[in-house]
């Protein structure tokens, strides 16, 4: 998931995150995602994926893999 410089990748399987701010990491070196500071911005992104996920009736349940998002 991509919005506003910010993209989210989730490996369900893995139980893994990953966020990184794009605007300032272009090439994804410095993960975000266990950062406390960047919690808000990592459930936001969850939520937009999983709406995403809703409107085309992914049926991949997310929150099996990352309950606490």
């Known amino acids: 998931m991509i919005h506003d410089g910010w993209k989210l990748l989730l490996y369900p399987k893995a139980r893994v995150a ?3 701010h794009l605007a300032v990491d272009p090439g994804e ?3 975000l995602a266990s ?3 960047h919690e ?10 999983r709406a ?3 409107e085309l009736a992914d049926p ?5 893999a990352f309950p606490q998002r």
């Open 18 to 20: 990953r966020l990184y």
């Open 29 to 31: 070196t410095g993960d």
């Open 35 to 37: 950062d406390p500071a």
């Open 40 to 49: 808000g911005r990592r459930r936001a992104l969850f939520q937009r994926l």
């Open 52 to 54: 995403l996920q809703q």
């Open 60 to 64: 991949l349940d997310l929150t099996v």
